[in-house]
């Protein structure tokens, strides 16, 4: 058994870096398979993204060229004194439009649905129709949804607005939706530029990513039945396509997922996810730092704008305001619902969304999550650093110190991997394995160090041969009983024993033979004496008992015991040979035999010799 302690202790440091190993891979198991604790980590590192976007947000600047133009607080009141109700008619927006586009604008993209036709105003539905047909430069939206077909019956959609993609990942499975609002047909004939932009929250009710691909499925009108299942593309990536393949002289036709879920436009590559999401790369809160947000216009300017043109006056917005700019039209106002809150922000306008899209495609920034195996790599450095910490330091306050210093190192070094590199690196796993780790580190340390103090203090107070106490140990006891026994009134004895013609069993056996016999006494005496008794190598073939609250007829009566134990039981010293030890006793019992540590051994010892003189194998007495 000592052996195996001793063989442990010599590895401890081996044992313990694999139970580390084994912990990882445990919490890794739960991590996979316990779904509230997936969940809670979600949610966690979720919320650590969103702190890491508001500390580089700052940093970021927004592309100068992207202008969005929203129907905010003023404006609403003003549309609504102007025209009455909401919705307003489409002419309206119809006047917007050419404004706009007398300017020659890049691109003009409606962040709005134009779901069915607004008849109240004679034309005003044709008005917009109209001019999707003549500017070929503007965008328009539909949204899909999973509403029950008892509510409304899943409406086909022309052909020519879904995608064809082809995939080559075996890890991807877009958002698929059942039903969606189509938009007036009369539009979808005008133009095919025409994408999705639904915008689906996490549980927590952040947006953090866009869904750049959707299925929908194309069913038979007559029975509802699923014909094939369908690709559709966000609105924003149909326009940053047309961006590409005109002004930085791309082709781009077919459209590809490859084995790393990338979509492939030219030269970029679109990182998503398994469901076919856009992981956004914030920028800074509406309205507030001028080089970190986007230019806002407000459809009053506009309309005041386009009146002051018409009476000859001068005009709010400049002449070329948007001039080769990417324009988005949508509504910044809580009475409209579409307010989304976003890591950086509580209260975004939808419309920057589509704008932060196209925004990240153009400058290459959109997030993407580091690998499994990088971000285990990353968990288990992190590990190994906080065991270094905590097994090589010895002040407790330093390595607590340290420790923070790492966990603030990482959680900076995270934040500078998405801002240089705009990778998503772990944050929460990683620290969570380390603090546990941290934690289960200076358990098992102490736990080593209790272990190694144990053993340093058995070797300094046990014989190494016998096991049994050794003599500096008995000194030590020996004066501690007396000082005990004085204090509470109480007596103790001691018991010296010796071997009987142990040098000459030496001569004939050897020394080996010597060496068992001295064990097979020594564990008989530990066996014959309560575990309160302390028994002692006092040196050679001698040895010491010490009996706690004994007095000398009862500490008689244990050394006769003892003696008649040790001359009964044969040793078998070979298989062929069995030989018969005695043993020699002398008893001193405090205070009447003394009262110092000399004078009871010295009174034990002449007992002893007594015990010899009259023949051995018996417990002496002084007459």
């Known amino acids: 058994m000592n052996k195996f302690i001793n063989l442990i202790y010599r590895h401890r440091y081996d044992i313990f870096f694999s139970f580390i190993l084994f912990v990882i891979f445990i919490f890794g198991f739960i991590f996979l398979q316990n779904v509230e604790t997936k969940n809670l980590i979600k949610t966690l590192e979720n919320k650590s993204f969103d702190i890491r976007q508001n500390i580089i947000s700052k940093n970021k600047k927004v592309n100068k060229d992207i202008i969005i133009v929203t129907v905010d607080d003023p404006s609403y009141e003003y549309l609504i004194e102007t025209y009455g109700d909401w919705p307003i008619p489409r002419n309206a927006y119809a006047e917007i439009l050419d404004y706009i586009q007398n300017q020659k604008p890049k691109y003009v993209a409606f962040d709005l649905l134009f779901i069915k036709s607004l008849n109240r105003i004679p034309n005003s539905d044709n008005k917009l129709i109209e001019g999707f047909k003549k500017y070929k430069n503007t965008y328009t939206a539909f949204n899909f949804d999973d509403y029950s077909f008892d509510l409304r019956k899943p409406p086909s959609i022309d052909e020519k607005i879904k995608s064809k993609i082809k995939v080559f990942s075996d890890n991807f499975y877009p958002y698929e939706y059942t039903n969606c609002r189509i938009i007036m047909p009369e ?60 002004y930085e002289n791309e082709n781009i036709e077919d459209l590809v997922i490859d084995s790393n879920n990338n979509l492939l436009l030219g030269k970029r590559k679109i990182p998503l996810t398994e469901k076919g999401e856009a992981i956004l790369n914030w920028y800074g809160k509406s309205g507030t730092e001028v080089d970190t947000t986007f230019k806002y216009v407000s459809f009053w300017q506009i309309f005041k704008s386009i009146q002051a043109k018409k009476e000859g006056k001068r005009a709010i917005l400049p002449d070329n305001l948007f001039e080769d700019k990417i324009v988005y039209i949508g509504t910044n106002v809580f009475a409209l619902s579409d307010i989304k809150t976003v890591p950086t922000s509580k209260y975004l306008p939808g419309v920057e969304i589509h704008a932060t899209l196209f925004n990240n495609i153009l400058d290459n920034s959109l997030i993407h999550n580091a690998s499994l195996p990088y971000n285990i790599l990353i968990s288990i450095i992190l590990s190994a650093a906080v065991i270094f910490t905590v097994f090589r330091i010895k002040s407790v306050y330093v390595s607590l110190i340290l420790f923070a210093f790492l966990t603030v190192t990482y959680s900076y070094f995270t934040t500078y991997v998405m801002e240089k590199y705009n990778v998503w690196v772990w944050l929460v796993i990683p620290v969570a394995c380390s603090i546990f780790l941290f934690i289960c580190s200076f358990i098992i340390k102490y736990l080593l160090k209790s272990r190694d103090f144990e053993y340093t203090y058995k070797l300094a107070t046990t014989d190494g041969l016998t096991e049994l106490y050794n003599h500096r140990f008995f000194q030590e006891q020996i004066r501690q009983k007396i000082i005990q026994s004085e204090k509470n009134k109480t007596n103790f004895s001691l018991i010296l024993i010796d071997i009987d013609f142990f040098k000459k069993f030496n001569d004939k056996y050897g020394h080996q033979a010597g060496d068992a016999v001295l064990k097979h006494v020594a564990s008989t005496l530990k066996k014959s004496v309560r575990s309160e008794d302390l028994v002692c190598r006092y040196g050679g073939e001698e040895m010491t008992i010490i009996l706690n609250n004994t007095n000398r007829n009862d500490a008689i009566k244990t050394a006769q015991k003892i003696c008649e134990i040790i001359a009964e039981k044969k040793y078998e010293l070979t298989p062929e040979l069995e030989v018969n030890i005695t043993i020699s006793l002398g008893v001193s019992t405090y205070p009447e035999n003394g009262k110092t540590p000399t004078e009871l051994i010295e009174y034990a010892d002449k007992c002893l010799y007594k015990a010899k003189e009259n023949g051995r194998n018996q417990v002496g007495f002084i007459s």
Not at 192 to 201: A, D, S, V, W
Not at 215 to 223: F, I, L, V, W
Not at 224 to 234: K, P, R, S
């Open 187 to 246: 539009i979808i004939n005008a133009t095919k530029n025409i994408g999705h932009i639904n915008t689906p929250k996490s549980d927590d009710g952040y947006t953090r990513t866009v869904p750049i691909i959707v299925k929908y499925p194309k069913y038979n009108q007559t029975n509802y039945t699923v014909i094939q299942d369908d690709y559709y593309l966000y609105m924003t990536v149909k326009m940053i396509i047309d961006y590409l393949n005109e």
